[in-house]
């Protein structure tokens, strides 16, 4: 059974940076699509950044893209989203998914499309 666990949420100043980290078990990480949401309070879950299997193809939100980056780390089955310049309207809950069954060159990015998903870790941004 897979199992995500985010890590590395906190509250920062505007301009900060943070990285998160998703730390995946039940299932080698280089074999799934993963993904970053995030749902501010009265919001829908909104995606934040997908990264396909196999060929590690990303996809960042127009709101995000220039600003964060996602990353694997297969050693140590760890998923990671590096955030900079960070403004007040990125305060949300982030979490983490994965979708167990899927195409390598597919770009998933709907929250509806991953079926595994972590707890979740708050970022705050404010001054």
């Known amino acids: 059974q897979v199992h995500l666990v985010e890590s590395g949420g906190g509250l920062v100043q505007p301009g900060s940076s943070l990285k998160l980290a998703c730390a995946v078990s039940g299932r080698a990480v280089s074999t799934v699509p993963m993904g970053w949401f995030r749902q501010a309070p009265g919001k829908e879950r909104e995606v934040v950044s997908t990264i396909t299997w196999r060929i590690d193809k990303t996809f960042y939100s127009h709101s995000v893209e220039g600003r964060f980056t996602v990353s694997r780390d297969n050693a140590n089955n760890t998923v990671y989203l590096q955030m900079n310049s960070l403004k007040p309207e990125d305060t949300a809950v982030y979490y983490c998914?994965?979708?167990?069954?899927?195409?390598?060159?597919?770009?998933?990015?709907?929250?509806?499309?991953?079926?595994?998903w972590g707890e979740g870790t708050q970022v705050t941004v404010s001054s």
């Open positions: 998914a994965a979708r167990t069954s899927a195409s390598a060159t597919v770009y998933y990015t709907e929250p509806y499309q991953f079926n595994i």
